[in-house]
Nanobody
């Protein structure tokens, strides 16, 4: 069992930055690929990006490429989502998730554990 707790969400103006954190507890953190997803009101939860178990591989969905960066610190059992140049369309609840799968899973069904989410609101 893995427990995930996100933090760092909030209200920011367009063009601003936020860094989300996801702290994990339970089983060995380095045994999981980590993903970030988001869900806007009335929309399905969508993949944002993922990082492999060692942290050497990452993958991002096209709308956030070049603006968002995922990193992890396996000594702190924490994964981060640095979000720059934020846009109103980035407004959503952001979730981190843990997967026992290989590489950087992009399908939400590949993830075994989920956090409770943190709200990010970008004002225009």
């Amino acid at each position: 069992q893995v427990q995930l707790v996100e933090s760092g969400g909030g209200l920011v103006q367009a063009g601003g930055s936020l860094r989300l954190s996801c702290a994990a507890s339970g089983r060995t953190f380095s045994g999981y690929a980590m993903g970030w997803f988001r869900q806007a009101p009335g929309k399905e939860r969508e993949f944002v990006g993922a990082i492999g178990k060692s942290g050497t591989s990452t993958y991002y969905t096209d709308p956030v490429k070049g603006r968002f960066t995922i990193s992890r610190d396996n000594t702190k059992n924490t994964v981060y989502l640095q979000m720059n140049s934020l846009k109103p369309d980035d407004t959503a609840v952001y979730y981190c998730a843990a997967s026992t799968g290989l590489g950087t899973p992009r399908n939400k069904n590949a993830y075994n554990y989920w956090g409770q989410g943190t709200q990010v609101t970008v004002s225009s």
